[in-house]
């Protein structure tokens, strides 16, 4: 991230719409603007592609497919930082 995290982009995937919510709100709190959120594993991909985040924030268990596939397959075109955030 570049410092500014007014300038900083930051991808949430994660099913849980509730959960999402209230992640953007403490990331604007803390003065993140620019929060994409996805609710698949298959539309966090084509977001990061099309957004370039600068930090991502990934649900393990997802609808469609697990969060480490979704690791694997943004690894073959990003290597920003990825959070992992699980229940288990």
Same mark, same amino acid.
């Given at each position: 991230? $570049?410092?500014?995290? +007014?300038?900083?982009?930051?991808?949430?995937? $994660? %099913?849980?719409?509730? +959960?999402?919510?209230?992640?953007? =709100? *403490?990331?604007?709190?803390?003065?993140? #603007?620019?929060? *994409?959120? =996805?609710?698949?594993?298959?539309?966090?991909?084509?977001?990061?592609? #099309?957004?370039?985040? %600068?930090?991502?924030? +990934? $649900?393990?268990? +997802?609808? %469609?497919? $697990?969060?480490?596939?979704?690791?694997?397959?943004?690894?073959?075109?990003?290597?920003?930082?990825?959070?992992?955030?699980?229940?288990?």
């Amino acid at each position: 991230m $570049d410092g500014n995290s +007014l300038n900083s982009k930051v991808l949430i995937i $994660d %099913d849980e719409r509730e +959960l999402c919510e209230l992640i953007e =709100a *403490y990331l604007k709190k803390e003065g993140f #603007h620019m929060i *994409y959120k =996805a609710y698949s594993g298959e539309q966090g991909i084509r977001l990061c592609r #099309h957004e370039n985040p %600068d930090i991502i924030i +990934l $649900d393990i268990m +997802l609808p %469609d497919i $697990d969060g480490f596939e979704v690791c694997r397959r943004l690894r073959e075109f990003t290597l920003e930082p990825i959070l992992f955030l699980s229940a288990k």
